[in-house]
């Protein structure tokens, strides 16, 4: 993944971000600027504000197959409120459309018990990214 694949893509900043000097964690943006050789991304917000944050600090779905395999292994240990928001937030990536995307986001900012389940850092995706182009 580059800098260009990057732009127009939605995040959630970390909940637990605390030193935020931008005071936007927990909120979804879209990411306008990316210069990942230095690791700043820069995040426009529904304020029309703008945030600067590294990989690290921003999360993105982990694929939907991924929360599947949670729902599966992890079944007995959820509470059925755990279990519906997890199927219905794979369920919307399935759709892959933007405003379901968005609503999987708003699910997950508002049930962070979720967030664990669902959600990766960006760092974590391009490194697994850059895994998977490498064992190719």
Same mark, same amino acid.
């Given at each position: 993944?580059?800098?260009?694949?990057?732009?127009?893509?939605?995040?959630?900043?970390?909940?637990?971000?605390?030193?935020?000097?931008?005071?936007?964690?927990?909120?979804?943006?879209?990411?306008?600027?990316?210069?990942?050789?230095?690791?700043?991304?820069?995040?426009?917000?529904?304020?029309?504000? !703008?945030?600067?944050?590294?990989?690290? #600090?921003?999360?993105?779905?982990?694929? #939907?197959? @991924?929360? !599947?395999?949670?729902?599966?292994?992890?079944?007995?240990?959820? #509470?059925?409120?755990?279990?519906? @928001?997890?199927?219905?937030?794979?369920?919307?990536? @399935? !759709?892959?459309?933007?405003?379901?995307?968005?609503?999987?986001?708003?699910?997950?900012?508002?049930?962070?018990?979720?967030?664990?389940? #669902?959600?990766?850092?960006?760092? @974590?995706?391009?490194?697994?990214?850059?895994?998977?182009?490498?064992?190719?």
């Amino acid at each position: 993944m580059n800098n260009e694949e990057l732009i127009g893509q939605h995040v959630l900043v970390h909940p637990v971000l605390w030193d935020d000097p931008a005071e936007k964690n927990g909120e979804i943006g879209m990411i306008t600027e990316a210069d990942l050789a230095d690791d700043v991304i820069r995040v426009k917000f529904e304020d029309q504000k !703008y945030g600067f944050y590294g990989s690290d #600090s921003l999360l993105v779905f982990r694929p #939907s197959n @991924d929360i !599947y395999e949670q729902l599966k292994q992890n079944a007995g240990q959820l #509470s059925a409120e755990q279990f519906k @928001d997890l199927k219905n937030i794979a369920l919307m990536l @399935d !759709y892959g459309k933007e405003p379901q995307l968005l609503k999987a986001m708003e699910m997950v900012r508002e049930n962070p018990e979720s967030l664990e389940d #669902s959600m990766i850092s960006l760092e @974590d995706k391009l490194r697994n990214a850059e895994v998977r182009q490498v064992g190719r």
